[in-house]
């Protein structure tokens, strides 16, 4: 079992719609989870972080934690055709990367 | 403030060459970070590099191999190239390495061994 599963997708909405994206994890002992946005032919960006189980929000982007389930989730809410990049979850220090899910907001 | 280089940007060699890959971080910033992207196995860490010593090493063979220098900058060199290591190098900094510190990510080298 790899240490983070993340659906690779594509994954194509309509502008305004709300996405989810979602990771599983492994190892229980993990503790900073992060999401990071990669634009095609550009390094990854970071999106958000957190360390502990719950939600964190910033403007349209929620992130959402829980450690009972090993399970985040990243939510976009209004989606516009600017989000579309592939998306990467990211677990603890040294990171370990999701393989990312190729998303495709349509206008 | 200027954000993590890496060059060259694009290479291309042959097996059984050598490749040396260069990376400067963030003005500061004290631990470098190299990972390789391919489709099939995503982005995988290689090795962290702080103080100019290694602390972190990933899950890859010998022929991949790092250093870094008293001004923070970093080279990772690959030995023996292998078709296989056809890929993205992404080297990111940040502050210190230590615990959870926002890493930044250059724009990569793409390497291509034919």
């Known amino acids: 079992q790899k240490e983070v599963e993340q659906d690779p997708g594509p994954l194509s909405v309509p502008e305004g719609a709300i996405v989810s994206l979602n990771c599983t994890y492994s190892?229980?002992?993990?503790?900073?989870f992060m999401w990071y946005r990669q634009y095609s032919r550009k390094g990854p960006e970071l999106l958000m972080y957190t360390y502990s189980s719950g939600n964190k929000e910033d403007g349209r982007f929620t992130a959402q934690v829980d450690k009972s389930s090993k399970y985040i989730s990243l939510f976009i809410r209004d989606s516009q055709p600017s989000d579309s990049a592939t998306y990467l979850c990211?677990?603890?220090?040294?990171?370990?990367f999701g393989k990312g899910t190729r998303l495709s907001v349509i206008a | 403030k200027a954000g993590v280089t890496q060059t060259p940007r694009y290479l291309i060699k042959t097996r059984g060459q050598q490749v040396t890959l260069s990376c400067s971080p963030i003005s500061g910033h004290r631990s470098v970070s190299w990972y390789q992207q391919t489709p099939g196995q995503g982005l995988q860490f290689l090795f962290e590099y702080f103080s100019e010593t290694q602390r972190n090493k990933g899950n890859f063979p010998g022929r991949f191999s790092g250093r870094q220098f008293s001004n923070s900058r970093s080279e990772m060199n690959v030995s023996t190239l292998e078709l296989g290591d056809s890929a993205l190098y992404l080297c990111?900094?940040?502050?210190?390495?230590?615990?959870?510190?926002?890493?930044?990510f250059g724009p990569g080298t793409r390497l291509t061994v034919l």
């Open positions: 190892n229980s002992a993990f503790q900073y």
């Open positions: 990111a900094s940040s502050i210190a390495g230590v615990s959870y510190n926002e890493q930044f």
């Open positions: 990211a677990i603890n220090t040294p990171l370990v």
